[in-house]
């Protein structure tokens, strides 16, 4: 049971940014919102949804918060941090462009995908 949720350039999500991108988890049948209450989660940002992909920004989960979207707890709060996408001297550790990203439930049992989608990372607005 997964679901495709793309982070758009709507989101206006750049390099060099702190900023929390929501990942809003509902049931690909019956687009009901899934409570995430009690579960174990990862998220990762890679070059590609193909094997043998690389990892751009590696799996966060110890800090990953959740928030009401259209339900109860069933909103992913991924805090991205300047330095996931860019050095403090401004050397780019992620370049701009469209990579894949996926949030996994990762407890023990019921591992599970349960968002994926394209991921719009935009230039830092220090290089426009």
Do not use: C
Not at 25 to 35: Q, Y
Not at 51 to 66: D, F, M, Q
């Amino acid at each position: 049971m997964s679901a495709q949720v793309d982070v758009t350039k709507a989101h206006g999500v750049a390099q060099g940014m702190t900023v929390n991108v929501v990942i809003a988890v509902k049931d690909p049948v019956t687009l009901a919102p899934v409570n995430l209450t009690g579960y174990q989660l990862e998220w990762t940002l890679y070059t590609s949804a193909v094997e043998g992909r690389t990892v751009l920004i590696p799996a966060k989960s110890a800090t990953i918060t959740l928030a009401d979207v259209d339900g109860t707890s069933d909103g992913a709060v991924i805090p991205l941090v300047h330095n996931d996408t860019m050095s403090a001297a401004g050397v780019e550790l992620v370049a701009p462009g469209t990579w894949w990203h996926e949030l996994w439930r990762t407890n023990a049992g019921s591992e599970r995908l349960l968002a994926y989608g394209t991921f719009v990372l935009l230039p830092s607005a220090r290089r426009l």
